[in-house]
């Protein structure tokens, strides 16, 4: 995710960084509060945000913050859930 309102900025940093997703690109940082709450979260979250969904699009957790390799287990798990 980026909050950007320059298109420019979010592809010099894709061509620097090739193996990161495409993401969501929200133009005015005064739109972020409207997409936190609409994904469960309070206003003053932080970034990095995580959504993790399974295989049919169903969201199973949201988490800010860093996820690293301890967290892969419960992940997967999370995913593999209904």
Same mark, same amino acid.
């Given at each position: 995710? /980026? $909050? !950007?309102?320059?298109? @420019?900025? %979010?592809?010099?940093?894709?061509?620097?960084?090739?193996?990161?997703?495409?993401?969501?690109?929200?133009? @005015?940082?005064?739109?972020? @509060? *409207?997409?936190?709450? /609409?994904?469960?979260?309070? +206003?003053? +979250?932080?970034? =990095?945000?995580? $959504?993790?969904?399974? =295989?049919? *699009?169903?969201?199973?957790? %949201?988490?800010?913050? +860093? %996820?690293? @390799? =301890? !967290?892969?287990?419960? $992940?997967k798990?999370?995913?593999?859930?209904?």
């Amino acid at each position: 995710m /980026s $909050v !950007d309102n320059s298109a @420019e900025v %979010v592809d010099k940093f894709r061509k620097a960084h090739p193996k990161i997703p495409n993401g969501v690109r929200i133009k @005015e940082f005064g739109l972020l @509060e *409207g997409w936190f709450k /609409s994904i469960g979260l309070d +206003a003053g +979250a932080t970034i =990095p945000i995580h $959504v993790f969904a399974n =295989p049919q *699009g169903k969201v199973r957790c %949201v988490r800010t913050g +860093a %996820v690293d @390799e =301890p !967290d892969y287990d419960i $992940v997967k798990a999370l995913i593999k859930a209904g």
